[in-house]
């Protein structure tokens, strides 16, 4: 239940078809990476996923819910982290976290409780009076992947997460994220680069592989052992 199901979505820009009869259920509680490359289709997948676009082929389910159909209860299920950051810099991290939780409709002890919770998944915790402006990039991203969860969403979506970061930020992420699979939290992992893939030790890691808009395998990323 906790999942998001794709079903023969398709989108054009005008005559370029972005996304051709599209279909994938995630696995609940695994880490499945949307790999493709530039062009692929990727990002117009995730706009239409958190409805920045709205296209009247095909089917898209979060959770149980419609998303055309019930769209508020769908996106409620849904943490999304764009490949744009979206921080007020001037803000420090736990205004940052409270802002957002504000705008989920979270207040109070509920919202202390979470913020600390969330930075604490994320190893972000001593950070939590830093301006955001102070952070470096990887620290950044991981303030937005906490930020995310405040609503406890059933999947998580990130859109090139480590866009921009050196080796070792990008590994403390994509480690971390892997952390929230574990943990029981459906992750959608968008990105071009192959070796943010784990194909060892990594039973519940999938890849959907997307190409010039059509989905060509989704298996066990193991399955890519020795191909990378
Ligand atoms: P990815 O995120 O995998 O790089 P995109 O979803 O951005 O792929 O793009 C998919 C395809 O749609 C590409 O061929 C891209 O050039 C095209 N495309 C994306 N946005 C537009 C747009 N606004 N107008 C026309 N074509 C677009
Ligand atoms: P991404 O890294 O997400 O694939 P791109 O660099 O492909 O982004 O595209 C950047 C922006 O330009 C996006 O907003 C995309 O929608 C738009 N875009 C991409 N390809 C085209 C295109 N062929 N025509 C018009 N706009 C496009």
């Not at 972005?18 to 490359?37: C, I, M, N, Q, W």
């Not at 001037?90 to 202390?112: C, E, Q, T």
């Amino acid at each position: 239940m906790n999942t998001l199901e794709v079903s023969d979505l398709s989108y054009r820009y005008g005559e370029k078809q972005a996304l051709k009869d599209v279909s994938f259920r995630l696995h609940e509680g695994h880490f499945t990476a949307l790999l493709g490359p530039n062009g692929a289709g990727k990002s117009t997948l995730f706009a239409l996923l958190t409805r920045l676009f709205v296209s009247d082929q095909g089917r898209i389910n979060i959770a149980g819910h419609d998303l055309a159909r019930s769209p508020r209860a769908a996106l409620s299920k849904i943490g999304v982290v764009f490949q744009q950051p979206t921080l007020d810099l001037d803000m420090s991290v736990m205004m940052n976290m409270r802002y957002f939780a504000a705008l989920h409709g979270i207040k109070g002890r509920d919202a202390a409780r979470r913020i600390d919770q969330a930075l604490e998944r994320l190893d972000m915790r001593e950070r939590a009076g830093e301006r955001v402006r102070s952070l470096n990039g990887g620290h950044r991203r991981r303030m937005e992947i906490a930020r995310a969860l405040l609503h406890e969403p059933a999947v998580l979506m990130l859109d090139e997460a480590t866009v921009g970061l050196d080796f070792k930020s990008r590994r403390a992420i994509v480690d971390h994220v892997h952390d929230l699979a574990d943990a029981g939290l459906t992750v959608f992992w968008a990105t071009h680069l192959v070796d943010e893939i784990r194909t060892e030790d990594a039973d519940s890691d999938d890849v959907i592989v997307l190409h010039q808009g059509r989905v060509l395998a989704h298996e066990p990323a193991a399955d890519l052992r020795g191909t990378q």
